[in-house]
């Protein structure tokens, strides 16, 4: 199956966003404060060393996302991770990367939709939560059709507005600490290592959890044919958005553990953020949940967009039917086929698969694509290149092997779910290749 490039004459995608939409949009499809749903486990499973494991989880997404930017220098095209492993390594593997991430991109607005349905439904009982999942849907897929630049601008509303809450957050806990204070200081250094607790397999689990507070981030790539100087504002927007997002959690849980030290038990693991946030200020309980279904709905309409551009992108190569897939509405300029069809997936996917398995599968599809831009970005920049250097060969390899170990360790019921995704998928490109031998027909963008 060999790969041709062209230059197409229908409806394109507009280059508008600049590198602050893009921060704004990472920050929203990673979601921060929808994170700090994770907190209780990853304090049970650490020992106390939520902040530890959150630091070294950034570090090691940092590698991915340096090989997710340096690829869409070279290949600034809507598919991404797809377009990256089908140029450098094999159009058929390229393929089957995609699959992957439309698992990842997919999953994630049902799980969003799943888990602010049901906390609605909470707030609002007399409500069923089946009503609340249509609603959602149809707002979150309305929202993405008005095209590109009214997403942008709900992305800064939905950013502004999580970032109050983290700052009311913020400052109720120093108020706590202030009023109850500690005159031992290692009071204050045990979020990072507590000798009493410490051990690094219990470090390494918690790593492993924390990986999912920055599973989103690679969207960004998926917008580099709307992106004004994709080559240098996507790279640099992936980068900036791990370290921003790393160190606004490393802040959120350090107060907290330091409010709810690990020595004491939570009411309940899976709420642990709330309770916390309870014992600063009584009202922030009700405060923290209306700021999770902000944040998980802003994370859900960024990922359907992604996942709409995604499959925009294969649908475009013909990997996927061009006319349904490979469509840009003529008078908004987005794939609107593909908004509505990530739509009904994440409506009808909401009464079959419950939150924790839905996060389970879409990190297994997640950790392939980045196994699959690590490996890009390995062959392009070392095993092609005229000088092969130590940089080039480091974080492609590092971020490679560690999605390798995550992906290893997944429940067998994700893997079961995400196999049996797959082996649809890869019947379905073997069909529409005759066996990979057909020619997938690689756009080249306009700068």
């Given amino acids: 199956m060999d790969i041709k ?82 140029q450098e390594i094999h159009p058929s593997l390229g393929y089957i990367t995609g699959w992957a991430m439309t698992m990842d991109y997919t999953l994630n607005p049902l799980v969003c939709i799943y888990w602010s349905a049901e906390q609605t439904h909470n707030f609002i009982p007399g409500v069923p939560v089946y009503a609340w999942r249509i609603f959602y849907v149809a707002l979150l897929s309305w929202l993405n059709i008005q095209a590109i630049r009214a997403s942008a601008r709900v992305n800064v509303v939905f950013a502004i507005g999580l970032g109050a809450v983290g700052v009311a957050i913020l400052v109720a806990a120093v108020h706590y600490l202030f009023v109850h204070p500690h005159t031992d200081p290692s009071f204050y250094t045990r979020p990072f290592y507590d000798p009493v607790t410490f051990s690094f397999g219990a470090l390494f689990g918690s790593t492993a959890i924390s990986i999912l507070n920055y599973i989103g981030f690679d969207g960004i790539s998926t917008l580099s044919e709307e992106t004004v100087n994709p080559r240098r504002n996507i790279p640099l927007a992936m980068v900036l958005t791990c370290l921003l ?52 709905l802003g994370c859900g309409m960024t990922t359907q967009l992604g996942a709409a551009r995604l499959l925009y992108g294969m649908g475009r190569s013909d990997a996927l039917p061009r006319r349904i897939f490979g ?56 095993l092609r290149a005229a000088h092969r250097t130590f940089w080039n060969f480091i974080p492609p390899i590092l971020g490679f092997l560690i999605c390798l170990m995550l992906w290893w360790n997944l429940s067998p019921k994700a893997k079961l779910f995400g196999t049996f995704w797959m082996v649809v998928g890869i019947a379905i490109g073997v069909w529409r290749t005759r066996g990979f031998r057909t020619t997938l027909v690689f756009e080249v963008p306009e700068d």
């Avoid at 309770?275 to 998980?296: E, N, Q, Y």
């Avoid at 924790?356 to 490996?375: H, Q, R, S």
Wanted: one cysteine or more; charged letters at 10%.
């Fill in 327 to 382: 469509v840009v509405d003529a008078k908004h300029r987005v794939p609107r086929n593909n908004v509505i069809i990530v739509g009904a997936v994440a409506l009808i996917g909401s009464f079959f698969v419950d939150y924790t398995l839905g996060v389970e599968i879409l990190n297994f599809g997640a950790l392939i694509a980045f196994m699959g831009v690590n490996a890009s970005a390995f062959v392009r920049y070392f």
């Fill in 5 to 86: 490039t062209c230059l197409p004459s229908t409806p394109r995608l507009y280059r508008t966003l600049t590198l602050r939409d893009l921060l704004f949009y990472g920050v929203v499809i990673t979601s921060p404060i929808a994170s700090l749903t994770l907190f209780g486990v990853l304090s049970v499973r650490g020992g106390g060393h939520v902040v530890t494991a959150n630091l070294v989880a950034m570090v090691a997404m940092l590698f991915t996302g340096i090989s997710y930017g340096r690829m869409a220098r070279v290949y600034p095209s809507a598919g991404s991770a797809f377009s990256y492993v089908a």
């Fill in 245 to 296: 997002v790393g160190t606004i959690l490393t802040v959120l849980m350090y107060q907290a553990q330091l409010v709810w030290p690990a020595a004491e038990k939570f009411p309940d693991i899976d709420t642990a953020y709330v309770w916390v946030a309870g014992r600063t200020w009584a009202p922030l309980s009700t405060i923290i949940g209306l700021a999770l279904i902000t944040a998980s």
